[in-house]
């Protein structure tokens, strides 16, 4: 099976990238960390990293921090070239494993302490604080945060440079429902207005929801590169849980559905549940379904996908991109 990667598209040529890499290499040791990874990320954009773990993504994310340095290939940030040296253009910002905070200074002196490191001002502390959603704890010291709170804090860092790049490790680890809407509302407002952010995430209902393009990095590789919506349709086939007004009938209307098969009911998610059919099919099959259901009189109560379309796709393409390697010669 030969790559499944995907260059970056022609209509990119037309379009204001924030980050333009080409054939980037990256080892430690005998270890390759990055091998020959090409990247677009648009201006205005939420690009999503996703890859299991050891695929490369801590690393592609130092190098567009300045934290590390790439071996080979070429690097463009925010039309700056960028050499083999830890320096990045001004206006990019984020943090990688998580933001670094001093424990015993308050949120408020934490980001003073940040603005003074950079010869700035404190103008904007306020703000910032206030857009994380911690205006409230903007005195109480670090050490008594919870995770969530030291993400949204070092993402309030982040904001205070005012940057055109944003670059953040899975920002939402830690963050309870309420606290993800909050930081998704906070991206999204700045990706409007301009602002480029990259993203790791190992959740992809973070992905689905705030990104519109993602690139799929395993064993530092990219196997894919593209619109979310195409990473979801690269799986032809999902498993549906429906729940109709007639279990009964529904079954026996999906029996009569062509390309759909019925999965036994342990597999849903290891429980039992009498009122639920779990059938698997792609997309066309399952608006056969669902009209054949409406005519049939059965009502469609709840029609989902029992493990999220990107989610399966991520699966579906790491496995199938680690299959090769396993052969290859060292």
């Known amino acids: 099976m030969g790559s499944m990667s995907q260059a970056p598209s022609e ?14 290499t990256k080892s430690f040791g005998e270890v390759i960390a990055l091998d020959r990874v090409d990247l677009d990320i648009a201006e205005g954009h939420v690009h999503g990293l996703v890859g299991p ?36 253009p001004h206006g990019v910002a984020g943090f990688v494993d998580g933001p670094g905070l001093y424990p015993s200074l ?6 003073a302490a940040l603005a003074r490191l950079r010869g700035d ?8 604080l206030e857009q994380v959603g911690l205006s409230d704890v903007a005195d109480d010291r670090v050490r008594g945060f919870s995770l969530g709170m030291r993400q949204r804090l070092g993402l309030a860092a982040a904001l205070l440079t005012k940057p055109r790049l944003l670059v ?16 998704h509302r906070v991206l999204t407002g700045l990706a409007a207005r301009g602002v480029s952010i990259v993203i790791s995430s190992h959740r992809m209902d973070d992905l689905a929801a705030l990104c519109s393009e993602v690139t799929l990095l395993a064993t530092g590789r990219v196997i894919f590169s593209g619109p979310v919506t195409s990473l979801a349709a690269a799986t032809s086939e999902l498993d ?10 529904a079954r026996r209307v999906a029996a009569q559905t062509p390309e759909l098969r019925i999965l036994p009911g342990d597999n849903l998610l290891g429980r039992r549940d009498a009122e639920a059919l779990l059938v698997r099919a792609a997309a066309p099959a399952l608006d056969d379904l669902v009209a054949r259901l409406v005519g049939a009189g059965v009502g469609v ?10 989610e399966a796709a991520f699966l579906a393409l790491t496995a199938a991109a680690n299959r090769p390697r396993e052969n290859e010669d060292l």
């Open 301 to 310: 109560r709840e029609l989902a996908p029992v493990v999220a379309p990107l």
């Open 240 to 249: 549906y849980r429906l729940r109709t007004s007639d279990p009964a009938a």
């Open 121 to 128: 001002g404190s103008e904007g502390i306020g703000d910032v």
């Open 11 to 24: 209509h990119r040529m037309h379009e204001r990238l924030a980050v333009r890499a080409r054939g980037i």
């Open 168 to 183: 953040l490790d899975e920002p939402a680890n830690g963050l309870d429902p309420a606290g993800t809407r909050h930081v």
């Open 53 to 88: 773990n050891g695929a490369g993504k801590t690393t592609l994310l130092g190098l567009l921090l300045g934290l590390a340095q790439a071996d080979g290939g070429d690097l463009e940030i925010l039309g700056t070239p960028v050499r083999r040296a830890l320096a990045v």
């Open 106 to 111: 308050t949120a408020r002196q934490n980001l």
